[in-house]
C-alpha cells in the first residue's frame, strides 16, 4: 500500500479528468449507439476512479462502498440500454443514431 | 303563527321547483293541482295572518330568516314585514292569483307548454309575495326585478311567434328604465338614512321637515321606478303590447298584481312622499294625464284585450291620482276592486276568445250574450264596477278618489271625470260590441261557440261577486257606516296623517260629487247603447277611410313610432358603430391576437424538436454544466 500512496493525488484526479472528458466527447460525438454507451461507461469509470483514489488517501472507505453501488447501477443500466438497442437494430436496421429522428417536426 | 308566515312565498317556490324540474313527467292534472294547491295554501295562511294583524295590538310584525348581506355599514337583513298593507295585499294576491291559476287549468288545457306555464305563474306569485313581505327596499327591489322577468317570460310564452318576443323584450326594458331610477332612489335612500330597512328609514323621516330636495329627489326617483313597473307615461307602452301573452297572464299579471307594485311601493313610502309635497303632484298629475291620455286611446280600439289593456292603464293612473293627493288608503282600495273587476274583464275576454276560437277582434263578435249566459253576465258586472255605478265595488273607490281629488285641485277634478266618463263609454262599446247585435263572425266561429267549462266560469263567478260586494269595505261618510278599510290601513299611514292638515269634505259637497259622476256615468252608457245597439253603429274596418282626428287617436298617438326615431333609431346606430369600431378593431383585435401570438410562440418553440439525438445530448451536456456552474 506504500508505493500507492507515493503517487501524488493530482495524478488521479488529471487522469480521472481526462478518462471523463474523453468519454463526454464520445457521447457527443459518436454515431455510434453502441460508441455511446461505452462512453457512458467510460465517464462512469472514471468517476470510479476518482472515488476510489479519494478513499485511499483520505482513509475513509465511504467511498470504495459508493463505487460499489456506481458498479451495480451501471450494469442495470447497460442491461436495459442494450435491450433497448438490440429492438431498435431490430425496427430499424442500423445502429446509427441519425436514423432515430422520427421526432422531428 | 309566525313560522306559518314564512312559507307563503315558499309554497309558490316549492311548486315551481317541482313543475319546473319534473312537469313533462307528470300529468296535466297533477300539474294543475300542485299549483293551484300551492296557491291555496299560501291564501290560507294569508287569511289566517290578517285576521291576526286585524286584532292584534301591535300592528306590525316583522320576522327575520336570516342575515343576509352584513358589509361596512350595509346590513340588509332577510326579514318580512306583516302590517295592515302587506296582509292586505297578499289577500289580493293569492286570492286572486289562486282564481286565475284556477282558471288557466281550464283555459291553457290544449297548450303543449301547460307545465311550464305554470312553473312561471308559480314563480311569479312568489316573486310578487316577496315584493310585498319584505321588510326593507332590497328585498322589495329583488321581488320588483322577479316580477319583472316572470313578465318577460310570460309575455314571450309562445315563443315560437317572432312579434310576442319583441312584445316580450319591450316589456323588460321599458321595466329596466324604470329600474334605474328605482335603484338610485334606493342608493340615495342609503346614502341619507343609513339604512335601508323600512322601520329604520321611516323612524328618521318622521322627523324631517318637509320640502328638503334630498326626499324630493329620493321620491322622485322612486316613483321613476314606478312609472315603469306601472306604465304611467312615458314608460306605458309596454303594457299594451304585452296582450300578446296569454289572457290569464294579462290578467293576474297585467291587471291585478305586478302593475299594482307601484303604488304599493307609494304606499309603503308614504312619510317620504309626504314629505316631498313637488313629488306627489308630480306624482298626481302624472297619474291623470296618463288616465286621460289611455281612455281616449281605448276609445277606438277593436282588439277586446287592448282595450281593457288601455282601460288598466287609466285605471293605474287614477290610482296615482289618489296617492299623489295624499289619499294613500284611496289608492290602495282602487288597487282592490280593480283587481276583482280588471281580473273579471281579462278572465271574460278570455272565455270570449276561447268561445270565438281565438278571434279577438270586437268587429267580428256580436250577439254572444245567448252563446254565453255565464261570460255575459259576469262581464256585464264587471263592467258595471269599472264604470262606477252604486253599489258596485268600483263606484266606492272611484268616488272616494273623486271626492279627495275635488278637495286638493278642481283642475284635477275636471280631469279625472273626464277620464271615468270615458272609461264608462268604452267599456260599454265593448260591452255592447261584442254582446248585442247579430253575430259578425265568420260560419265557422259560429258553430263553435259555446260557454266555457266550469274551471273558467267558476273563478268568474267568484270575482263577479266580489265585484259587486267589494266596495262595500269602503263606504263614504255619508252612508254614516263605518270606512272599513281606511280603519284598517290607519296605522301605516299615521305618520303621513300627522304631517299634513286634515280635510273634511262638506256632506253636501260629497253628495252632489257622487251623483254628478253617477248622472255622467249613465248617460255615457246610454249614448254607448244608443250608438252601438239602437243605431247598430260599427267601428270602421281596416282599410277604410276614417278622419285624420280619429287616426291620430286609433293609432296611439304614434307614441310607439315616436319612440323608435326619437330613441330606437339613435340607440341603434351608435351600438352600430360601437360594433364596427370598438369590437370588431378593437376587442376582436386584441382577442385574436392573444390566439395568434400564442400561435407564433408555439411554432418557434417546436423548432427545438429537430429530433436529432446529437443535439439533444448536447443540450443535456450544457445544462448540466450550466447548473453546476450556478450555485
Known amino acids: 500500500m506504500q508505493t500507492l500512496q507515493t503517487v501524488p493525488i493530482n495524478m488521479y484526479i488529471l487522469l480521472s479528468a481526462v478518462l471523463f472528458s474523453i468519454g463526454v466527447f464520445g457521447v457527443l460525438l459518436r454515431r455510434n449507439a453502441i460508441i455511446i454507451f461505452m462512453c457512458i461507461e467510460l465517464m462512469l469509470n472514471a468517476v470510479n476512479l476518482l472515488l476510489v483514489a479519494f478513499s485511499t488517501y483520505l482513509g475513509d472507505a465511504d467511498g470504495q462502498v459508493f463505487v460499489f453501488f456506481i458498479m451495480a447501477v451501471a450494469a442495470a443500466e447497460v442491461a436495459v440500454g442494450l435491450a433497448i438497442l438490440t429492438m431498435i437494430y431490430r425496427n430499424t436496421g442500423s445502429v446509427d443514431i441519425e436514423v432515430l429522428n422520427k421526432l422531428k417536426n | ?240 303590447d304585452a296582450m300578446a301573452g296569454p289572457t290569464p297572464v294579462s290578467a293576474l299579471i297585467h291587471a291585478a298584481t305586478m302593475v299594482t307594485a307601484g303604488i304599493y311601493m307609494i304606499a309603503r313610502s308614504n312619510i317620504l312622499y309626504t314629505l316631498a309635497p313637488v313629488s306627489l303632484e308630480v306624482v298626481a298629475v302624472v297619474g291623470v294625464i296618463t288616465s286621460l291620455f289611455a281612455a281616449s286611446i281605448g276609445l277606438f280600439q277593436n282588439d277586446i284585450k287592448k282595450v281593457l289593456a288601455y282601460s288598466t292603464v287609466s285605471q293605474l293612473g287614477l290610482m296615482f291620482l289618489a296617492l299623489g293627493v295624499g289619499a294613500y288608503s284611496t289608492g290602495v282600495f282602487h288597487v282592490m276592486t280593480h283587481a276583482f273587476f280588471k281580473a273579471l274583464l281579462f278572465l271574460g275576454a278570455g272565455s270570449v276568445i276561447h268561445a270565438m276560437s281565438g278571434e279577438q277582434d270586437i268587429r267580428n263578435m256580436g250577439g254572444l250574450k245567448k252563446h254565453l249566459p255565464v261570460t255575459y253576465m259576469t262581464f256585464l258586472l264587471g263592467t258595471l264596477a269599472i264604470s262606477g255605478i252604486f253599489p258596485f265595488a268600483g263606484f266606492f273607490s272611484k268616488d272616494e278618489i273623486l271626492a279627495h281629488t275635488f278637495e286638493h285641485n278642481k283642475v284635477l277634478w275636471v280631469l279625472a271625470s273626464l277620464a271615468s266618463a270615458m272609461t264608462a263609454f268604452y267599456m260599454f262599446r265593448l260591452f255592447y260590441l261584442t254582446f248585442f247585435g247579430n253575430f259578425r263572425g265568420t260560419k265557422e266561429q259560429e258553430h263553435h261557440l259555446h260557454e266555457s267549462p266550469k274551471s273558467m266560469t267558476i273563478p268568474l263567478i267568484v270575482l263577479a261577486v266580489l265585484s259587486v260586494v267589494g266596495g262595500f269595505i269602503g263606504v263614504p261618510e255619508i252612508f254614516h257606516a263605518p270606512h272599513l278599510l281606511e280603519g284598517f290601513l290607519a296605522p301605516v299611514f299615521a305618520d303621513s296623517e300627522m304631517k299634513t292638515l286634515p280635510t273634511h269634505m262638506n256632506e253636501g259637497t260629497e253628495l252632489t260629487l257622487i251623483i254628478l259622476a253617477l248622472a255622467i256615468a249613465i248617460a255615457m252608457i246610454y249614448f254607448a247603447y244608443d250608438r252601438y245597439v239602437k243605431k247598430e253603429n260599427l267601428p270602421a274596418d281596416e282599410d277604410e277611410e276614417i278622419n285624420p282626428a280619429q287616426k291620430l287617436v286609433y293609432n296611439k298617438y304614434y307614441i310607439d313610432e315616436f319612440y323608435n326615431a326619437v330613441i330606437t333609431k339613435p340607440v341603434d346606430w351608435l351600438s352600430d358603430k360601437f360594433y364596427r369600431f370598438m369590437e370588431l378593431r378593437f376587442v376582436d383585435a386584441i382577442v385574436n391576437g392573444i390566439g395568434t401570438s400564442v400561435n407564433w410562440g408555439s411554432r418557434t418553440l417546436r423548432l427545438i424538436q429537430t429530433g436529432s439525438i446529437e443535439l439533444y445530448l448536447l443540450i443535456m451536456v450544457l445544462g448540466i454544466a450550466v447548473l453546476l456552474f450556478i450555485k
Request: include cysteine; glycine fraction near 10%.
Open chain 2, 1 to 240: 303563527m309566525t313560522q306559518l308566515v314564512g312559507l307563503i312565498p315558499l309554497l309558490p317556490l316549492i311548486g315551481f321547483l317541482i313543475i319546473g324540474i319534473f312537469g313533462k313527467q307528470l300529468s296535466k292534472g297533477i300539474v294543475g293541482a300542485i299549483a293551484c294547491g300551492s296557491i291555496l295554501g299560501s291564501f290560507l295562511i294569508a287569511l289566517a295572518v290578517f285576521f291576526q294583524v286585524k286584532s292584534s295590538e301591535s300592528h306590525s310584525i316583522t320576522i327575520t330568516l336570516f342575515d343576509w348581506i352584513s358589509s361596512g355599514k350595509l346590513h340588509v337583513a332577510f326579514s318580512f314585514l306583516i302590517d295592515p298593507l302587506s296582509a292586505l295585499f297578499l289577500l289580493i294576491i293569492t286570492g286572486v292569483g289562486f282564481l286565475i291559476h284556477v282558471y288557466s287549468v281550464g283555459y291553457m288545457h290544449e297548450d303543449e307548454g301547460f307545465s311550464r306555464f305554470f312553473a312561471y305563474l308559480n314563480l311569479f306569485v312568489f316573486f310578487m309575495l316577496i315584493l310585498v313581505m319584505g321588510s326593507n327596499y332590497l328585498l322589495m327591489f329583488v321581488g320588483w326585478e322577479g316580477v319583472g322577468l316572470c313578465s318577460y317570460l310570460l309575455i314571450g310564452f309562445w315563443f315560437k311567434n317572432t312579434a310576442y318576443n319583441n312584445a316580450a323584450k319591450k316589456a323588460f326594458i321599458l321595466n329596466r328604465i324604470g329600474d334605474l331610477g328605482f335603484l338610485l332612489g334606493i342608493l340615495l335612500i342609503f346614502i341619507t338614512f343609513g339604512s335601508i330597512s323600512y322601520a329604520e328609514v321611516f323612524s328618521q323621516a318622521k322627523f324631517l321637515g318637509v320640502d328638503k330636495p334630498v326626499i324630493t329627489t329620493i321620491t322622485l326617483l322612486l316613483f321613476v321606478g314606478a312609472m315603469g313597473k306601472s306604465a304611467q307615461i312615458p314608460l306605458y307602452t309596454w303594457l299594451p
